[in-house]
């Protein structure tokens, strides 16, 4: 199983609302990645969990908060966004010193109205 | 720090031609590198990666990449061009940072084939 599952696939909402998104994988991978990714750019990097541990914050916005409940779930909770963070969030995983790449997961499309 | 640079953000090959994609890397000590491929509303698919065990390495879908550590390349090539390669490719770096893993992509390729 080399699939990383990420949910929803498409999210609309509001500048005042709440929502998470949710990523998944059960390869036995130890680092987890978010990702963000507007038009026609190269995913830039927001944070980055190692054994459970946040272990890199890319100064992300305190707006986008990171939880990794366990070795396999990744959430990024999202609240008070602003319409230029609409994006594609990606989730992606690797072992632990990532020498053999990540896997990518198909990502959240997010509007923020 | 370890970076990568794409040159050219935009490859047009004909059906049938040889795809090449550039990509140099920048680092002081052996570099991890991989290359990526993003069809569109899709994420991103590992088509080979470079860990030092040998300098030609064979991927997914026909593609394949040499390591010149003379040249600090990391080039993508294919013989011959399918439709279907139509695509954003993305060489990247893993790098360290506090023991944790950053991979860190460059900015992009759009290969294009023409019929």
């Known amino acids: 199983d080399t699939e990383v599952t990420q949910t929803p696939k498409h999210l609309v909402m509001g500048m005042t609302n709440k929502k998470s998104l949710k990523c998944e994988q059960h390869?036995?991978?130890?680092?987890m990645y978010w990702y963000k990714q507007k038009a026609k750019k190269p995913p830039e990097l927001m944070f980055v969990?190692?054994?459970?541990?946040?272990?890199i914050n890319e100064s992300v916005p305190s707006r986008f908060s990171p939880e990794c409940p366990n070795s396999s779930l990744l959430n990024l909770h999202l609240h008070a966004l602003q319409p230029e963070d609409s994006a594609l969030y990606l989730c992606?995983?690797?072992?632990?010193?990532?020498?053999?790449?990540?896997?990518f997961g198909q990502g959240t499309r997010l509007t923020v109205v | 720090a370890q970076s990568v640079t794409q040159l050219g953000s935009h490859v047009s090959v004909s059906e049938g031609a040889l795809v090449l994609l550039r990509c140099n890397y920048s680092?002081?000590?052996?570099?991890?590198l991989f290359w990526y491929v993003q069809y569109p509303n899709q994420g991103l698919q590992l088509l080979l990666k470079?860990?030092?065990?040998?300098?030609l390495v064979k991927g997914i879908n026909g593609f394949e990449a040499e390591f010149k550590k003379s040249e600090t390349s990391f080039h993508l090539t294919k013989p011959s061009a399918h439709m279907s390669d139509a695509a954003e490719y993305f060489c990247?770096?893993?790098?360290?940072?506090?023991?944790?893993?950053?991979?860190?992509f460059g900015s992009g390729t759009r290969l294009s084939i023409r019929p």
């Open positions: 680092s002081s000590v052996p570099p991890y």
């Open positions: 969990y190692s054994y459970e541990k946040l272990s």
């Open positions: 992606a995983s690797s072992q632990a010193e990532g020498r053999l790449g990540a896997f």
């Open positions: 470079y860990t030092s065990a040998a300098t």
């Open positions: 990247a770096v893993r790098t360290l940072y506090s023991s944790a893993s950053k991979i860190i």
């Open positions: 390869m036995g991978h130890r680092a």
